[in-house]
């Protein structure tokens, strides 16, 4: 018997509109995927609405998704959301002023796999694969939890990281540095794949579809040569390397096996 896929329950707050000829897929709401679009995305914008602010405040953040009470959950398991930031910006006073029962605020997190170039202007796209978490962030105070948030969101940037680098922290790093747990209450996820939807009239107009270049352009994030640091003294770790190389490649990969749906 198949694994059941585990959903975030549709309500007002994430449920995605489908308009007829726009949106080529429905939203998605399994866990899974919409985990792993929070966990592959180098920058998440958090978005929160400060009591003192006629506008809503959308900050650049790392974060990574995880369960502390069972670090072996998988990504199709109810997870959650840690960011970290200095111990006294405004979101973590926020977070900390609002108490047990948490921060509200929406986390999105978007990737382009491609650039859809289509007959007219109004018909053009992007691959993209999209996802939203609705939640609300406390402040972990345990120093174990801490450690294993910081642990997996610097794991997140390069796989195993956190054992290359100078261990264990110093009690001044941790005490200025907080993590923010988010409880999600729901989410949504939204992918577009494939080439341009063109006009039925268009395509059937041999002036047109003979004179205008059609398609996708793949577009993927690829990690450069390292530059070493000027006091460094260690020769590239394979680990770093290895990275590199499949990190391009999968990306790559992805990019254009997206395009050709």
């Not at 900050?59 to 840690?82: I, K």
């Not at 948490?102 to 007219?120: E, I, K, T, W, Y």
């Not at 209450?185 to 006009?199: L, T």
Request: charged letters at 20%.
């Amino acid at each position: 018997m198949g694994r059941y896929e585990l959903q975030y329950p549709k309500n007002a707050t994430n449920i995605l509109n489908v308009y007829h000829g726009l949106t080529e897929r429905p939203g998605n709401y399994e866990l899974e995927t919409i985990h792993k679009l929070v966990n592959t995305c180098p920058i998440l914008h958090v978005s929160f609405t400060p009591p003192d602010s006629a506008f809503p405040v959308t900050l650049p953040m790392v974060g990574q998704m995880g369960s502390f009470a069972r670090p072996s959950a998988d990504l199709g398991d109810p997870l959650d959301l840690y960011l970290h930031g200095y111990v006294s910006s405004r979101i973590m006073n926020l977070a900390r002023a609002a108490g047990p029962d948490g921060l509200p605020m929406c986390v999105a997190a978007s990737h382009v796999d491609g650039l859809v170039l289509a007959l007219s202007a109004f018909s053009h796209s992007y691959n993209y694969r999209s996802a939203v978490l609705f939640g609300h962030a406390t402040l972990v105070e345990d120093n174990e939890e801490k450690v294993y948030a910081m642990e997996l969101i610097t794991d997140s940037v390069v796989p195993g990281r956190w054992k290359d680098t100078r261990l264990p922290p110093k009690n001044s790093e941790l005490q200025s540095t907080s993590v923010l747990r988010v409880k999600i209450a729901s989410g949504s996820a939204k992918i577009r794949e494939g080439g341009a939807k063109d006009d039925k009239h268009d395509l059937e107009d041999e002036q047109v579809v003979g004179g205008i270049w059609t398609g996708v352009l793949p577009v993927h994030q690829t990690v450069g040569e390292p530059i070493p640091a000027s006091h460094n003294k260690k020769d590239l770790p394979a680990s770093i390397s290895n990275f590199i190389k499949d990190s391009n490649a999968l990306g790559k990969q992805h990019s254009v096996d997206v395009a050709r749906k």
